[in-house]
């Protein structure tokens, strides 16, 4: 039996239009002989009314009074509905489908609420549907942990739940559909020139992922890495034959002809300059874990340590570090840009070449950092779409 799971997210089923290309892809792989796992994240964006930010606007967002549990009782119900209207429109014309819930299709997770871990697939369940259907639609987000609770996997499930049942049943490819055409080189919001890639390796697009680019879930990709199954990332509404990107292993064969892949930046960052003993440091960092605060670019010192939050935590931030009675400063509307590349390792000349680029442009670095295959810096939002475009055309305009 020859699988393939194809991915459709919010905006590649938020309405009839949308639906119907995707259901063309569909149609595309069941005539090539293909059973299909398609799996569907809830319909549309913030305001359209079944879309997960809607239905945590329902509970007044952060300031709900659930508990996790009953929240992911809510939110696990955009991915439901999906999943019954497409299977709807799929039956409709003629495809032999069926819908099933994560319970229903037998992924079990943990009872870490909010951000359930998968720990295993009963596969039995699509298999048996299989034996009627070409077609398997799957709640993306979604499953059943060992006492019948539903959990949710944390935003991005749906690509995880994609991963995951591609490894589970050995599919010969998880091709995730959004509404570009695949990877860029940059943002194209934000670079007119940015160009398309036709082979990333698995690590650079988990690196562009990490570092802002929100084509796929970081987490995705390491699970397909881990299985070895190639990624495509394509466009729902460009024609069946156009593949996309592909995601594989070719690190070996990136390195002998692209230093970079790409350009990636993460916006609406809050720089904190901390002078403190590495006693106040603990009892920070601790507080903001206990939080569930995600620090980024750390430095840390014997005297004081910097690091970047995300703007929206600034004020609880602010909160421990005066409960701490800790002197500090910060830096608002800052915007951290990634240059990733497999090719870079151990090249001379990178970080050079980015503070050349960079001076001539006047734009200051508040920070930097990097490891094999990224490098990262700190600069203020107001310079990221200059400081984007100038490190684009040094890297990788040629």
Request: with cysteine; proline share 3%.
């Amino acid at each position: 039996m020859k699988i393939l799971v194809q991915k459709f997210g919010g905006t590649s089923v938020k309405d009839e239009e949308s639906r119907l290309a995707a259901e063309k892809h569909i149609v595309h792989a069941v005539s090539a002989g293909y059973k299909v796992i398609v799996v569907v994240s809830a319909i549309g964006r913030l305001g359209d009314p079944y879309a997960t930010d809607s239905l945590l606007e329902l509970i007044g967002g952060a300031r709900s009074y659930l508990d996790l549990r009953e929240k992911d009782m809510l939110l696990s119900v955009g991915e439901t509905i999906s999943a019954a209207v497409f299977t709807n429109g799929l039956k409709k014309n003629g495809l032999t489908a069926v819908g099933l819930t994560g319970q229903d299709a037998g992924i079990v997770t943990n009872e870490e609420f909010g951000n359930a871990k998968v720990q295993r697939i009963e596969t039995e369940h699509i298999f048996a549907h299989f034996k009627m259907n070409d077609v398997v639609v799957v709640t993306g987000f979604q499953g059943i942990s060992e006492s019948g609770h539903i959990t949710t996997i944390g935003r991005g499930g749906s690509d995880t739940t994609a991963a995951f049942l591609g490894a589970a049943f050995k599919a010969e490819s998880i091709d995730i559909f959004t509404d570009v055409s695949g990877m860029m080189t940059a943002d194209p919001r934000l670079v007119d020139n940015a160009k398309f890639l036709e082979v990333v390796s698995y690590r650079e697009v988990s690196n562009m992922a990490h570092e802002g680019a929100k084509v796929i879930d970081p987490r995705a990709v390491e699970i397909a890495m881990q299985s070895g199954i190639p990624l495509r990332i394509r466009s729902t509404h460009q024609p069946v034959t156009n593949t996309g990107t592909l995601v594989t292993h070719i690190e070996s064969q990136i390195e002998h002809y692209r230093l970079v892949t790409g350009i990636a930046h993460v916006p609406n960052l809050v720089q904190f300059n901390v002078q403190a003993s590495r006693k106040i440091q603990e009892a920070v960092f601790t507080s903001l874990a206990e939080l569930n605060i995600s620090v980024d670019f750390i430095n840390i010192f014997p005297d004081h340590i910097v690091f970047t939050l995300p703007q929206t935590a600034l004020e609880k931030a602010q909160t421990i570090l005066n409960e701490q009675d800790a002197a500090y400063t910060l830096i608002e509307n800052c915007a951290k840009v990634a240059i990733v590349g497999a090719g870079i390792t151990g090249v001379p000349g990178i970080i050079s070449n980015m503070i050349t680029t960079l001076d001539k442009h006047n734009i200051p670095i508040y920070q930097s950092a990097d490891s094999y295959t990224t490098v990262w810096i700190l600069v203020a939002e107001k310079d990221l779409k200059v400081a984007v475009n100038a490190l684009h055309t040094a890297f990788l305009q040629n």
